[in-house]
């Protein structure tokens, strides 16, 4: 397939550059319209007891269920009582109930509520719920924002709540994107450019990469129509697009200079390079996209839409990188090397040499390297151990934020507001009889002796400590509707609804009212469902990757070795990650400087989305250095020397690799969206510690310990392999060198590309 590949972009260069160009502006015009599709949730569970019960309450209780809070400020020296504003105020509340999308409008007054009302009297409340799916309610709190935020008479209106917290959260990932797209294409291109020595040889990753977003968005814009995605697919399509894309593009110019300074003519070196470097291209490509598609077996959207997006860009990036680039390529010949900044053969040696005497002291103090290194990385990520698992809420936005500034201000001002209500259904409990009130009433009275709770309101009365204190209002008769019966459980704690109490409340409950077929929801218990399904999918999705990979690594080396070896040290990789997670954004250290606030526990999802991608990556650069390995040992058999010449003629590609993609992730852990930051420096630590580490030092060490034995297989296997086997190599090659070599700097082909390259 890649022979016939090469074979007809030499031939027909045009014809696949203009398929290329007419896809990337139907691109374009397809995914103009991604950002506005995209949803800020996906984090519940939508089978769990948590999505049952609020997708009654959405359908039965709106009122109970408000996503839009009006807060509304009287002007200084004023009170939300005086009669003037009062009445500017009831006539606010009015003009929302009259909007068509708006149900259950509540405000301090139309009910008196105390816990409508701030303690100094200055600030006012008005709650309603914007019916409709995500979208829907979205685009009416665009349309309804400006008419009713700011100046209204003499009143202030600030606007927050869930929808207006999350619609926020979604415009700032927008912007925040934008602005690393910015960043990160032009350092790229700087990199770049450093690394290959010329600019037009530099911009061609560049291109691979922009191909790959824009097709990328375009298929996401299709999903979109068939099932929800995250606003977070964003970032990992730029991320990984331009980051795996490049890595592709690095090699396959790399191969394609290589095959030029051998003497090939640019058709032959074209074809060569997709035969050769394609394959490695395609095996990285695969490997990656195992690692993401086990975010598939989560029924979280969240982690779904993620997949979606991740295999898309993983194979689109290796088809960009196998046409689009060798088309070029085709095109440019020598050329490629024009506009060159500094000369490519100067210091290349003193570069090489350098890099295999690191090797080579590696591995002759290998012991001391693997456990060193690996008691550093362990020890890095131990913070991780006291990991809390949480949601996201509306710290997550920057302080200058309107919604959390106006979400802070209900926390801070208004005493009486509980945030912490629990809703829970009791099902077969709408009917108006007394044997009905007397089951509502007894399961309200146990509730309200808990610990933990302060009172149960219900359609039989208020409960506190397990006896009923107020009898029902009026408006307590429309909690029993459509054959449920809804209690609101308050709870003590008056942290975040989703504190760490909280959950524990939610799990109190459901043993409580669980056996007389009560059904428990809110934020809290959507918290507690989606850890739960987390925790179920982990294992079958950590399975597929293991299986993935030692399969995989098998059909590339025919070692039953290396590919429990790549595991465990794709694992040591992401140690540093984790504990820095912890450390960092669960715990607040550098807060202040990268202007985020912690919130004492990590969004429950990001850590799977974090395994994922980094696995991922670490599988790309473990497979550029494994192969060129296997490739020197397979011309060779010095096993030794194989170690040191894949090593070499591979650590300035991985390296160059591992500075673009951090580049890139660094500029999306800009994003003033904190779990945005943790995902982009998160991963950018990963991925160097991986490079500069992983590959550089306890892989050579490692391998150097286990010595011939790394390529061991079972008799049967290796005829299995010879047969499937995967091969970068698909031709005669130079002699390997003698074995003495590893003594010293070894020359290969490779020396003439500086850096690897």
Not at 254 to 276: C, K, M, N, S
Not at 591 to 599: D, K, M
């Amino acid at each position: 397939m890649l022979r016939l590949l090469g074979a007809h972009v030499v031939r027909r260069p045009w014809l696949f550059l203009v398929a290329a160009l007419v896809l990337v502006l139907d691109a374009i015009l397809l995914g103009a319209d991604l950002p506005d599709r995209l949803g800020s949730g996906g984090t519940t569970d939508p089978g769990s007891e948590s999505a049952r019960v609020q997708r009654v309450l959405e359908a039965h209780y709106p009122e109970q269920q408000p996503n839009l809070v009006l807060l509304v400020s009287v002007p200084e020296g004023g009170q939300v009582d005086d009669r003037a504003l009062a009445a500017q105020g009831a006539r606010l509340a009015e003009r929302l109930a009259f909007e068509k999308p708006v149900v259950g409008v509540v405000s301090y007054w139309q009910t008196g509520l105390a816990e409508l009302r701030s303690h100094d009297g200055r600030q006012a409340v008005i709650a309603a719920r914007i019916t409709g799916d995500e979208d829907r309610a979205r685009s009416a709190l665009e349309e309804l924002a400006p008419r009713f935020r700011g100046g209204q008479g003499d009143l202030t209106v600030r606007i927050t709540g869930p929808l207006a917290v999350r619609d926020e959260i979604q415009s700032t990932v927008a912007e925040d994107l934008a602005r690393s797209e910015l960043i990160a294409l032009p350092l790229t291109l700087i990199v770049l450019v450093w690394v290959f020595g010329g600019v037009l040889a530099a911009a061609l990753p560049v291109l691979v990469g922009l191909v790959t977003v824009l097709a990328t968005g375009a298929v996401l814009r299709i999903v979109t129509g068939f099932t929800e995605v995250s606003v977070f697919a964003q970032n990992l399509t730029t991320a990984l697009g331009l980051g795996l894309a490049i890595d592709y593009a690095l090699l396959i110019v790399r191969r394609f200079r290589e095959e030029l300074d051998a003497g090939a003519a640019p058709g032959d070196a074209v074809a060569r390079t997709v035969r050769t470097a394609g394959r490695t291209v395609l095996f990285s490509a695969l490997t990656v996209a195992v690692a993401l598609s086990a975010m598939l077996v989560f029924p979280l959207y969240f982690l779904r839409s993620l997949a979606y997006a991740g295999i898309t860009v993983v194979l689109v990036s290796a088809l960009a990188a196998l046409t689009v680039l060798p088309a070029v390529l085709a095109l440019l010949g020598r050329r490629v090397d024009a506009l060159t900044v500094r000369r490519r053969r100067r210091g290349t040696a003193r570069r090489l040499a350098a890099g295999g005497r690191v090797t080579l002291l590696v591995m002759r103090r290998a012991p001391l390297v693997t456990i060193a290194v690996t008691g550093v990385l362990l020890l890095l990520g131990l913070p991780f151990l006291n990991a809390r698992f949480g949601t996201a809420d509306h710290r997550q936005l920057p302080a200058s934020s309107q919604s959390r500034a106006a979400q802070e201000s209900l926390r801070a001002d208004f005493d009486d507001l509980p945030e912490g209500a629990v809703p829970v259904l009791l099902r077969d409990g709408g009917a108006a009889t007394a044997e009905a009130r007397e089951r509502t009433g007894r399961i309200a009275g146990k509730l309200s002796a808990l610990t933990g709770v302060t009172r149960v309101e219900s359609s039989a009365g208020t409960y506190r400590d397990g006896l009923r204190t107020e009898v029902a209002s009026p408006a307590d008769s429309g909690r029993r509707t459509a054959g449920y019966d809804l209690l609101t459980v308050v709870a003590e704690d008056d942290t975040a609804a989703t504190s760490a109490a909280h959950q524990d409340l939610v799990g109190v409950l459901r043993a409580a009212a669980g056996p007389d077929g009560a059904s428990v929801g809110g934020p809290a218990a959507e918290v507690v469902d989606g850890k739960a399904a987390i925790g179920r999918g982990l294992a079958p999705a950590l399975a597929l990757i293991l299986l993935g990979t030692l399969v995989l690594v098998f059909l590339l080396t025919g070692s039953v070795v290396l590919p429990v070896l790549t595991v465990l040290l794709n694992g040591l990789s992401l140690t540093a990650m984790f504990g820095a997670v912890v450390l960092v954004f669960q715990e607040g250290a550098l807060s202040g400087p990268l202007g985020f606030t912690a919130t004492g526990d990590v969004e429950a999802t990001l850590p799977v989305l974090m395994f994922c991608v980094a696995f991922g990556l670490s599988m790309d650069y473990g497979v550029f250095l494994v192969a060129r390995i296997k490739e020197h040992y397979d011309r060779g058999g010095d096993h030794r020397a194989s170690v040191l010449a894949g090593t070499r003629s591979t650590g300035g590609l991985i390296t160059a690799a591992a500075v673009v993609l951090s580049v890139v992730f660094v500029s999306i852990g800009l994003s003033r969206i904190t779990n945005t930051k943790m995902l982009g420096l998160g991963v950018a630590l990963a991925v160097l510690v991986d490079a500069l580490v992983v590959r550089t030092l306890l892989v050579p060490a490692v391998l150097a310990l286990l010595g011939p034995r790394t390529w061991w297989a079972p008799a049967p296997l290796r005829r299995l392999h010879r047969r499937l086997g995967l091969r970068e190599d698909a031709g005669p090659e130079p002699q390997p060198p003698a074995p003495h070599t590893p003594a010293g700097p070894e020359r290969t082909p490779h020396d003439r590309e500086p850096a690897a390259l």
